[in-house]
């Protein structure tokens, strides 16, 4: 079983940047892990995943802005936001799984997910 708890979210200014970080409690670095957002009143959408030989995808509308990383030995992933609008205003969630498919931003795709952190852009 395996345990994410997300951090980094906040209220930013336009144009600002954010880290997020997602820890987890077990070792999935096998896994295929990805970050989500869910606009208010939408559905959640995958936004840039890393499989688990380390390919890396992103949704087309977040290109050149967003960067994600994983550090295997801490359990850990982590989502660099540039050049934040107000668009990017959401709850982003962590999940991993162990999918093998490509592209791996689908929510059916992910077993495990943390609890959402808050992001705000105004």
């Known amino acids: 079983h395996v345990q994410l708890v997300e951090s980094g979210g906040g209220s930013v200014q336009v144009g600002g940047s954010l880290r997020l970080a997602c820890e987890g409690s077990?070792?999935?670095?096998?896994?295929?892990v990805g970050w989500f957002r869910q606009h208010p009143g939408k559905q959640r959408e995958g936004v840039a995943n890393i499989d688990f030989d380390g390919r890396i995808g992103y949704a087309d509308s977040v290109k050149g802005r967003f960067t994600i990383s994983r550090d295997n030995a801490q359990s850990a992933m982590y989502l660099q936001i540039l050049a934040l609008t107000p668009d990017d205003t959401g709850v982003y969630f962590c999940?991993?799984?162990?999918?093998?498919?490509?592209?791996?931003?689908?929510?059916?795709?992910?077993?495990?997910w943390g609890q959402g952190t808050q992001v705000t852009v105004s």
């Open positions: 999940a991993a799984g162990t999918t093998r498919q490509w592209p791996a931003r689908y929510e059916y795709q992910y077993k495990y």
């Open positions: 077990g070792s999935y670095s096998t896994w295929c």
